[in-house]
């Protein structure tokens, strides 16, 4: 069953703004995980926030958990064209099991 | 270089026909999975293994089998594969025995089926 689910489904934004996708889950995590996606590509690891932490930071990437809401927004500050990808947020729970949202696809204008 | 080899990358094969992917990873990872991605459905798990002999289903495991007798590799074994298996395929691993830290992804296997 899709644990996560994010919003927007697509997200369009000019080179330099800021870009935030949010996701919603379920059930009780244990953390949560964002991936990043080029078209057709091996998804690559961006940043694990723990079930008991409220935000964290990694380069240009903020993402913050709001347990109570049960969601997390990734934002990424100063968008470049090279940031164009999907973007997935994946969470585990109680059966230790990694289970994706289906993703946003983030295009970033030059 | 810590990677992920998943082998084929493209695969065009008929329904009914046996065919393996190779899954191999360098990280001296205890934690592998497969996952199937499809359009408007995101990734879904097939099949884990929490170490060398240990296997279990995911979510979508009708029509696959796994093994996993060596730690490094993992191969997905379709054994009569159906158009409904066309998909891109993901082999994925982690430290320690469950999926909780951060997953490392091979570069994907675009499978058609006809």
């Known amino acids: 069953s899709q644990q996560g689910e994010e919003d927007p489904q697509a997200l369009s934004i000019q080179e330099g703004e800021n870009a935030t996708m949010n996701c919603s889950y379920k059930?009780?995590?244990?953390?949560l995980q964002w991936y990043r996606q080029n078209s057709g590509r091996g998804l690559v690891h961006l940043i694990l926030?723990?079930?008991?932490?409220r935000e964290k930071h990694s380069g240009r990437l903020r993402v913050t958990l709001d347990t109570s809401k049960k969601s997390s927004s990734l934002l990424i500050t100063a968008s470049r064209a090279a940031d164009t990808a999907s973007y997935f947020c994946a969470s585990t729970g109680a059966n230790s099991k990694l289970t994706f949202g289906k993703g946003i696809t983030l295009s970033v204008r030059p | 270089e810590a990677q992920v080899t998943q082998n084929p990358r493209y695969l065009i094969t008929v329904t009914g026909k046996k065919l393996t992917v190779t899954c191999s990873q360098n990280m001296n990872h205890e934690y592998m999975s497969w996952y199937r991605q499809d359009p408007g459905l995101g990734l879904r798990q097939i099949y884990y293994s929490m170490n060398v002999e240990v296997t279990d289903k995911g979510d979508v495991p009708e029509g696959y089998k796994v093994s996993r007798k060596e730690k490094r590799n993992f191969p997905l074994i379709l054994e009569s594969p159906s158009p409904n298996q066309t998909s891109l395929y993901f082999c994925?691993?982690?430290?320690?025995?469950?999926?909780?830290?951060?997953?490392?992804f091979g570069p994907g296997t675009r499978l058609t089926v006809l």
């Open positions: 926030i723990r079930s008991n932490e």
């Open positions: 994925a691993s982690t430290s320690g025995t469950t999926a909780y830290n951060e997953q490392f």
């Open positions: 059930t009780s995590i244990n953390n």
